[in-house]
């Protein structure tokens, strides 16, 4: 259910932007710190972070919008489908109608009145409405949430790559882990507000999830570089 006066698709719009945005702090830092955990060379830490970077943009971007383009000729089905249905039947679907109001917790009477006058109005809009909470004009947008992933992904993940490249090679990982557990509570309490959850239990679970992930990537550079030295 969307928030009053905010469409659906901007909710989604939204969510997807938050969640890239989270992706890309997790997954670069995990990268750049994975790596240092091996090298100190600036440069290797940077190839692999900007390689991590682009590819986890366009792999967002993809996934994003294969994955609302699915879910928008889905819901371009069903409202073909019910179309056909309402110009082939219409009095055996407004009868459906009223009995959902009905079953709503709606009297028969007043189910009724409330089918006809909806279906006087826009029968398609009013079946849609009550049955999948679906607007056909605010369908989800498969190239604006793919660019919506994008640019949140790289904005993310711009954060832990300047963070460990902009400070001494001492101060690289803990730099790195402090601005990243900054970003998490930013995402954090962005994605609580724009889902209505609560704030405090968002940003922990990132935080932490964030954190674990970084920790394990440096654990495994650290050995790895030293079994390999």
């Known amino acids: 259910m ?3 006066g905010v469409s659906t698709s901007r909710l989604n719009w939204l969510r997807a932007a938050v969640l890239g945005a989270n992706d890309g702090v997790v997954s670069v830092a995990s990268i750049v710190v994975g790596v240092a955990g091996a090298t100190h060379e600036r440069h290797t830490i940077f190839i692999a972070g900007l390689a991590g970077l682009v590819a986890g943009a366009f792999s967002m971007a993809v996934g994003e ?3 609302v383009s699915s879910q928008r000729d889905s819901e371009r089905a069903y409202i073909e489908k019910e179309k056909r249905q309402l110009a082939e039947n219409p009095e055996e679907e407004l009868k459906e109608l009223a009995q959902m109001y009905e079953a709503k917790g709606l009297s028969a009477a007043t189910a009724k009145a ?3 006058e909806l279906t006087a109005i826009d029968p398609v809009k009013a079946h849609l409405d009550i049955e999948l909470n679906l607007d056909e004009e605010d369908l989800n947008n498969p190239t604006q949430a793919a660019l919506a992933s994008m640019v949140s992904f790289t ?8 963070a460990i490249l902009l400070v001494s090679i001492g101060l690289r990982v803990p730099v790195t882990f402090i601005a990243v557990f900054f970003a998490l509570c930013l995402t954090g309490y962005a994605s609580a507000t724009v889902g209505g959850a609560s704030r405090r239990r968002a940003i922990m679970r990132v935080v932490l999830g964030g954190l674990a992930a970084m920790a394990a990537t440096y654990a495994i550079g650290h050995l790895f570089g ?4």
């Open 226 to 229: 030293t079994a390999v030295s």
């Open 2 to 4: 969307s928030e009053p």
């Open 65 to 67: 919008y294969v994955s």
């Open 155 to 162: 904005a993310g993940g711009i954060i832990p790559l300047l």
């Open 114 to 116: 409330v089918a006809d």
